[in-house]
């Protein structure tokens, strides 16, 4: 079982930028695939971006070439850079964890370890 901790989150206009950092700790082997999901208001949680254990990264088409995922894996942090924010990107984002391989990286389903989550508001 692997602990996470999210922060980074907050209040910016559209189009800053704000970056969310995950830290691991406990069962690291069980983080070594990771993943940022999201959920707003009346809506489903959605897959936002992961990235398995060789660094290879995977992105929902609404964030491509906004977000970019990253692993520091001597800190046990991942993080969740996100430029040119839209309002539609306001939700409640969620750091998760599984051992790899994972079959679907952005279903929610394949992960066992949440974090508590951190709010993003854009207006």
């Known amino acids: 079982h692997v602990q996470l901790v999210e922060s980074g989150g907050g209040s910016v206009q559209a189009g800053r930028s704000l970056r969310l950092s995950c830290i691991a700790s406990?069962?690291?082997?069980?983080?070594?695939?990771m993943g940022w999901f999201r959920q707003a208001p009346g809506k489903e949680r959605e897959g936002v971006a992961a990235i398995d254990s060789d660094g290879s990264s995977s992105y929902a088409d609404s964030v491509k070439g906004r977000f970019t995922i990253s692993k520091d894996t001597v800190k046990n942090t991942l993080y969740l850079q996100m430029n040119s924010l839209k309002d539609e990107d306001t939700a409640m984002y969620y750091c998760?964890?599984?051992?790899?391989?994972?079959?679907?990286?952005?279903?929610?389903?394949?992960?066992?370890?949440w974090g508590q989550g951190t709010q993003v508001t854009v207006s």
């Open positions: 406990g069962d690291i082997e069980s983080s070594d695939c």
């Open positions: 998760a964890a599984n051992y790899c391989p994972l079959v679907g990286p952005l279903m929610d389903y394949e992960y066992h370890n």
